[in-house]
């Protein structure tokens, strides 16, 4: 996503800007080029020196510097994106009102390319009236906000916004402004992920390793491309993926609830998640005694969720499903892909090293309805899931 991208980064003069070193850096690891420009102000903070070694590229801090002529107009024209992290209060002010009396603010002016702000100030600088005018203001412009967090800010401790997000997650923000042309932009995504749970008494239960990372990677990919994602999940200790709205279940009859409700304005369905295929037949609410002596436990099958909702999918709408097997993945991949009405179906080998549950990586097979099918190398599960919304993008249209 970030190779060979062109991105602005400016800096305004904020005690933030210490953790706009690591958004510059984020960024160069990515692939993308990297052009810092400074507020005046800003390099009271942090030497230009700094962003030059981590970008690599000589960093911008004057409209009057020789050889500079119309390079705020080039930078706001040509860029891929523009992040301001941190962008004070004054400076927000200042773009709010079409200022252009330094460079940054001359790029912001002369600008036709998508903007993020990440805002960081003072608690009570935020709430104030004018600043909060001038945030409405902005986004009125097209301007993308990130920000600003409740949390600590250098004064000390607060519980109101001011503090600007973690580069992380500004990153991730950047990510989706950089999504423009993607058919999923505004769509609704609905992806499962994970394991359920069965409870044979309150604390033993029947699982499965699930971790959850294929789907949660899924769910973060599609926010970057713009759509709305819900994230229906068991549990799982993977972190929420930013921007996604993440509702928890524990059983497979929970996971089918949650699924019927979300499905009537669902454009996609990516059901990575790894419902128990059995339940108990019966539980009971005390903790039963190892003195009890052996423990004969009768189980019944699950519901079918892809197959057993298909009538409650919108006519347009496209559904993925995952196949993990121990041998002869694509003939039983393709089975379930006919069995459960499903678009796309991605297929792996749990016996696989590398590949299947709770590993970072995987290597998977994506067959679509109409029997074309793709073999994606073995690769993070990240890059896997940009293989899946790619072909989930070229079925929408
Ligand atoms: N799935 C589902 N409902 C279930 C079990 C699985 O919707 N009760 C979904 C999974 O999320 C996955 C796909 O169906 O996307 C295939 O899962 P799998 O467990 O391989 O399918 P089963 O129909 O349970 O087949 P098997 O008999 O091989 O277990």
């Known amino acids: 996503m970030w190779a060979g991208r062109h991105v602005v980064v400016g800096v305004t003069g904020g ?5 706009t070193c690591h958004l510059v850096r984020r960024l160069v690891e990515a692939g993308a080029l ?6 005046p102000a800003a390099t009271e903070f942090v030497r230009p020196l700094v ?10 801090t004057s409209l009057w510097e020789p050889g500079r002529a119309l390079a705020h107009v080039r930078l706001g024209q040509q860029a891929d994106l523009i992040i301001v992290a941190p962008a004070t209060a004054d400076f927000l002010a200042r773009i709010a009102h079409g200022l252009a009396d330094d460079f940054l603010s001359a790029v912001m002016l002369a600008r036709t390319v998508p903007a993020l702000l990440a805002p960081a100030m003072n608690d009570d600088m ?28 250098a004064e000390g401790p607060s ?59 899924i769910a973060q990919a599609a926010w970057h491309r713009g759509a709305d994602v819900l994230l229906i999940t068991g549990p799982s200790t993977e972190p929420p993926p930013i921007g996604v709205t993440v509702e928890r279940i524990v059983t497979t009859a929970e996971l089918d609830q949650a699924v019927r409700r979300a499905l009537p304005s ?3 369905l990516v059901m990575a998640a790894a419902p128990a295929d059995y339940r108990p037949t019966g539980s009971t609410d005390r903790k039963r005694p190892r003195t009890e002596g052996t423990l004969m436990v009768a189980f019944e099958p699950t519901d079918d969720i892809l197959a057993g909702t298909r009538a409650l999918r919108k006519p347009a709408a496209i559904t993925v499903g995952f196949a993990l097997e121990t041998g002869g993945a694509v003939e039983r991949a393709t089975a379930k892909l ?56 070229a079925r929408l249209g």
Request: proline residues 5%; aromatic residues 4%.
């Open 126 to 153: 935020f709430a104030a009236a004018s600043t909060q005018a001038n945030l409405a203001r902005l986004a009125g412009q097209g301007y993308a906000l990130v920000g600003p967090e409740r949390g600590s800010l």
């Open 34 to 39: 990297v052009d810092v420009v400074m507020t």
């Open 51 to 60: 962003f030059e070694a981590l970008s690599g590229r000589p960093v911008l």
């Open 159 to 217: 519980d109101r916004p001011g503090r600007m997000s973690e580069p992380e997650t500004i990153w991730h923000h950047a990510a989706r402004c950089l999504s423009r042309g993607s058919s999923l932009r505004g769509r609704q995504v609905v992806v499962t992920a994970g394991p359920t749970r069965e409870h044979l008494d309150p604390v033993r239960l029947i699982t499965n390793s699930s971790s959850g990372k294929m789907g949660f990677r």
């Open 266 to 268: 669902a454009d996609v």
């Open 338 to 393: 006919e069995r459960k009405g499903l678009d796309l179906i991605v297929a792996n080998d749990a016996l696989e090293p590398g590949a299947g549950f709770e590993v970072d990586t995987n290597h998977v097979i994506i067959i679509e309805a109409g029997g074309a099918r793709i073999d994606v190398p073995m690769a993070s599960k990240a890059v896997v899931a940009e293989a899946i919304l790619d072909r989930i993008e």
């Open 15 to 19: 005690i933030a800007s210490y953790k």
